[in-house]
């Protein structure tokens, strides 16, 4: 089964930065693409940032410059120069075949 932990959110003031971390369990890690998706109140989920198991990235035109992507043991995705708009609920997500998984989520708030 595969199991995504997401770690690192929280409340941060506009312009600061946040780390979130995601551990996937077994294989899939290694073998799978890595996403980080964001749902805001009253919003479709949208996606921020991929990455690729060779490491090719994409993000989302509202986070590009700001969020960096990236992946070791672990996907990160660090965000820099938040903003207000950025407060969602950050969920990790990978795709194995025809199959989606998610993580719980971590809540990002940032105040203006």
């Known amino acids: 089964q595969v199991q995504l932990v997401e770690s690192g959110g929280g409340l941060v003031q506009a312009g600061g930065s946040l780390r979130l971390s995601c551990v996937a369990s077994g294989k899939i890690f290694r073998r799978s693409a890595m996403g980080w998706y964001r749902q805001a109140p009253g919003k479709q989920r949208e996606l921020v940032a991929r990455?690729?198991?060779?490491g090719t990235t994409y993000y989302a035109e509202s986070v590009q410059g700001r969020f960096t992507i990236s992946r070791e043991n672990a996907v990160y995705l660090q965000m820099n120069n938040l903003k207000p708009e950025d407060t969602a609920v950050y969920y990790c997500?990978?795709?194995?075949?025809?199959?989606?998984?998610w993580g719980q989520g971590t809540q990002v708030t940032v105040s203006s």
């Open positions: 997500n990978t795709e194995v075949g025809t199959l989606t998984y």
């Open positions: 990455i690729t198991k060779d």
